[in-house]
């Protein structure tokens, strides 16, 4: 018997935080509608 994958997908928003100029700043990637994340999986992205 195979294994099965469930693979989900979230839109993220890339933009800049603390920017004095559109090329400056820190990253910060925004996921849009992630209220199905766990904690866990919360982390597992920010690491």
């Known amino acids: 018997m195979a294994d099965t ?3 989900k997908t979230f839109s993220v928003v890339h ?3 603390f920017a004095a100029a559109p ?3 820190n990253p910060c ?3 849009l ?5 766990t904690n866990g999986q919360m982390q597992a992205i920010a690491a």
């Open 23 to 25: 090329e400056g700043g």
């Open 29 to 31: 990637p925004v996921v």
């Open 5 to 7: 994958v469930t693979l």
């Open 15 to 17: 933009t800049s935080v």
């Open 33 to 37: 509608d992630a209220d199905a994340l």
